[in-house]
């Protein structure tokens, strides 16, 4: 079984192409002007943390704070839906690792706002159709079509898909 991680998860709410690069080793995130805001946003932000909890060399969250909280931080909220999904997805991982009733927290430090997530079970059922559908995409022999949207124009992906 492939090991699908949130980040998978959250491209997977993005864009499926996207998705399908990364998983396939095809990452151009590494020198783009976004990602490196965002990762300067986490590292200067809740420096009195533990940060980049990874678990079962799977998930990777961001830092846990008080007893059964787990914290994503991001810069903005242009992406939240799929974030939620991202944190969904932490949870019910660490519920299959018999952890029960932990909460989730998206942190936005620029923004000076959080969001609570919590899982439910028709949340359960929705993440196993995205895992089993993350592995058919990640097994196509090529990337899917791109979907031109609005987020597009600020993707490490874009000159790939477009140009």
Not at 58 to 82: C, G, L, P
Request: aromatic share 10%.
């Amino acid at each position: 079984m492939m090991k699908i991680t949130g980040v998978m998860v959250e491209y997977y709410f993005i864009c499926k192409k996207k998705l399908w690069y990364f998983a396939n080793q095809i990452q151009m995130e590494n020198e783009h002007e976004n990602v490196l805001i965002g990762r300067m946003v986490d590292e200067t932000s809740y420096i009195q943390e533990k940060k980049n909890i990874l678990i079962d060399g799977t998930i990777n969250i961001d830092f846990i704070r008080k007893h059964k909280q787990i914290h994503e931080v991001k810069k903005s909220k242009s992406i939240e839906e799929a974030t939620i999904w991202q944190v969904k997805y932490y949870l019910y991982y660490l519920k299959k690792l018999g952890m029960e009733d932990i909460k989730g927290v998206i942190d936005y430090p620029l923004l000076r706002r959080n969001l609570i997530v919590e899982l439910d079970e028709n949340d359960e059922e929705k993440i196993e159709e995205v895992i089993r559908d993350i592995e058919n995409i990640v097994a196509m022999p090529s990337p899917p079509a791109a979907n031109k949207m609005k987020i597009c124009s600020k993707c490490a992906y874009y000159e790939l898909c477009f140009i």
